[in-house]
């Protein structure tokens, strides 16, 4: 099982292909219907999204905006990973649940609440996907920054997604170079398989060293850049802010988006009494 | 100003913390919310503990930006550019990492000590684990509506959430927490302070506020609002359930009120910030 998992730890997360998929679902996909929106308004729909489920414990009303969601999602053309650490997410926050209280003397009744409990998690976490990897960084936090967010969060958004490549690709070089200059263990017995794994873990803590080091220089150099450009002062300064934010403009199409939001919105709560009326 | 300079960090060094602590955590967070735990029999090995970095880095630095810059770095890097921000519940996390890191670098007055090193890096962990412990018991009783009614899920979350407390900083918390900041912490003192062009932190020259009852006041606080922002749902259900009570017959103008009141609100914002950045 060790072997199984090295294999796994290894081939899957190579560094590049992280890489890769990260920037992709930041940059790859800005002419999606959702990349296309003001951040504003998808900031407000992700308000309702994000707290009305926690709200709602009706099932039909759950399903409804968990398939809204779904669409939406869909729309924004979500790489792969991202859905996938998303199932991941969601099945370790409930799914084992219902495992474990199977144990307990639980049955197919413990299913009906912790359903209710999936749907809310999965359709705020698909919503989170839509607005937050729909669109690109630069526009979000110029969505933030206009709703008065912190100028820090707004500044770490954007500068992570640029220093993340460069840091990346530092941790994969040190790492290398690790391995040149090490030697593994054997890893044939069972022994030989746990001390590999020793190593390993090793190897990636003692990297860190070089690492913070030199991110140490680097954020040095961010900042002090940052001071000589007067960051701190332009960032709570309403002229700096109006320049800034002069691109977010809302008009017809986030209207349609809205309009069509609210009446799938309404049609979830009214379906319970349709459904009434008709039998 | 130059007592205060060499005393204690500027703001721009505290600036400085703050990214280097954001971006080496989220780099670390990102990585380990895409790998595999492991898994040796029942006992779970996961990964996802790097919290030694802000460790090390609050106990050489200034603590609050260290522990601030990786509660953002991990809401940044692994929740908001995988797209897996989950809205309030990331507060609870933010809060959380905030105090155990924060709490760990005021405990240790010189860095060179080893015994102060290692009761700190093992006691931030600690306080973390147990403050999100009890928040996800909270919130699985809060969001299940007839908790105690179904058969077998409380002892199971109960029995999960202990567990995993215990197998998390038994593990996780040794060897990812204590060991890689007991390594790092001496060979980094006194090399990463000139980089960002400040003193060494000694016993004498600290300008770090000591874990006083102040300290561990406002912690309290941001555990109390942690585990309020986690519970929220349930107080909205109650709200919204008395006020039916209350006029079962006009529910539907309560709503329709409620409605237009969020609706004004948004609106009025809207143009009010508008109109701030149009007259800038």
């Excluded at chain 2, 895409?34 to 029999?41: H, Y």
């Excluded at chain 2, 969001?143 to 979350?157: I, K, R």
Aim: glycine share 6%; hydrophobic share 55%.
């Amino acid at each position: 099982m060790i072997e199984k998992l090295s294999e796994n730890v290894m081939d899957k997360v190579s560094i590049d292909f992280l890489r890769d998929q990260v920037l992709k679902n930041a940059y790859g996909n800005d002419d999606t219907p959702i990349a296309k929106l003001d951040p504003r308004v998808l900031l407000l729909w992700y308000l309702f999204f994000g707290l009305v489920p926690w709200f709602v414990s009706d099932v039909v009303v759950l399903l409804g905006m968990f398939l809204f969601t779904a669409a939406t999602t869909r729309l924004a053309r979500v790489a792969p990973l991202v859905l996938f650490v998303f199932a991941l997410g969601v099945f370790s926050q409930t799914g084992y649940m219902f495992i474990v209280s199977l144990f307990f003397g639980g049955n197919l009744s413990t299913l009906i609440p912790l359903l209710v409990l999936t749907l809310k998690v999965a359709t705020i976490s698909l919503a989170s996907i839509t607005v937050f990897s729909g669109l690109d960084p630069d526009k979000l936090s110029n969505g933030l920054l206009w709703f008065g967010c912190p100028e820090r969060l707004s500044f770490s958004i954007g500068f992570a997604y640029r220093i993340l490549p460069i840091l990346m690709e530092e941790l994969q070089n040190i790492l290398l170079s690790y391995r040149l200059r090490g030697r593994a263990p054997a890893h044939d017995t069972l022994g030989g398989k746990v001390r590999w794994l020793i190593y390993q873990v090793k190897t990636i803590v003692q990297s860190f060293y070089p690492l913070m080091l030199n991110t140490a220089k680097r954020s040095r150099t961010t900042v002090e850049a940052l001071e000589l450009k007067g960051y701190r002062y332009a960032a709570t300064n309403m002229k700096v802010l109006k320049i800034k934010l002069s691109s977010l403009h809302a008009g017809r199409r986030e209207a349609l988006f809205a309009v069509v939001s609210v009446l799938w919105i309404a049609l979830c709560f009214a379906a319970p009494r349709i459904l009434e009326v008709l039998s | 100003m130059s007592s205060i300079a060499e005393r204690g960090a500027t703001q721009s060094q505290k600036l400085m913390v703050f990214v280097l602590s954001m971006s080496l955590y989220g780099l670390a967070t990102l990585i380990s919310e895409l790998i595999p735990s492991i898994q040796i029999g029942i006992v779970e090995l996961s990964v996802e503990f790097f919290l030694f970095i802000p460790l090390t880095l609050a106990m050489l630095f200034d603590p609050l930006s260290a522990a601030l810059g990786a509660a953002t770095g991990e809401l940044v890097f692994s929740e908001i550019m995988l797209g897996q921000f989950g809205g309030l519940g990331e507060l609870e996390k933010f809060l959380t990492v905030t105090i155990g890191v924060y709490i760990a670098g005021l405990m240790v007055r010189n860095p060179k000590s080893v015994k102060q090193v290692a009761i700190a890096a093992i006691t931030g962990p600690a306080i973390q684990l147990a403050m999100s412990a009890v928040v996800d018991i909270v919130k699985v009783q809060v969001a299940v509506d007839d908790f105690e009614a179904v058969a077998g899920l409380p002892e199971s979350v109960f029995a999960t959430e202990g567990f995993a407390f215990l197998n998390d900083l038994c593990f996780s918390g040794i060897l990812f927490c204590l060991l890689p900041t007991l390594f790092l912490v001496p060979r980094l003192y006194g090399k990463i302070e000139p980089l960002l062009g400040c003193k060494p932190r000694t016993a004498d020259n600290d300008a770090v506020p000591a874990l006083s009852g102040h300290v561990i006041g406002w912690s309290v606080v941001g555990f109390i609002v942690a585990i309020v922002v986690a519970c929220v749902s349930k107080a909205g259900m109650s709200i919204i359930e008395w006020e039916a009570e209350w006029a079962e017959s006009q529910t539907a103008i309560f709503v329709g009120i409620a409605v237009a009141a969020v609706i004004a609100l948004v609106a009025g914002f809207w143009a009010r910030r508008s109109a701030q950045l149009k007259n800038a």
